[in-house]
């Protein structure tokens, strides 16, 4: 059993901060890319950032230069700094993960439950 469990995020005013946190557990063998995404309402899910196992990453173009992906590969976590923030911000946020299973050949992509970050103006 692998699972993703999620931290962070709530209410901010404009310009505030928040980090969001996000743990992966289980029978890991190995994690590929992690990334966030988030989904505003009446919107489809969108990517916010990935970063692949070496520390590479890749924001969208609306958070490059305000929010900031990082891992730490010794503890299977993510997480996601998010400055600056902007109304247009608020959504729900989610960890996402390739992880490979021990006995397992391939790997598959998991999802965090989800967390509300609403930012005011």
């Known amino acids: 059993q692998v699972q993703l469990v999620q931290s962070g995020g709530g209410l901010v005013q404009a310009g505030g901060s928040l980090r969001l946190s996000c743990a992966a557990s289980g029978s890991i063998f190995s994690i590929n890319d992690m990334g966030w995404y988030r989904q505003a309402p009446g919107k489809q899910r969108e990517l916010v950032a990935t970063?692949?196992?070496?520390?590479?990453?890749n924001y969208a173009d609306s958070v490059k230069g305000r929010f900031t992906i990082s891992r730490d590969n010794a503890k299977n976590m993510v997480y996601l700094q998010m400055n600056s923030l902007k109304p247009e911000d608020t959504a729900v946020y989610y960890c996402?993960?390739?992880?490979?299973?021990?006995?397992?050949?391939?790997?598959?992509?998991?999802w965090g439950q989800g967390t509300q970050v609403t930012v005011s103006s």
């Open positions: 970063i692949t196992s070496s520390g590479s990453t």
């Open positions: 996402n993960a390739d992880i490979r299973k021990y006995g397992w050949v391939y790997s598959r992509n998991y």
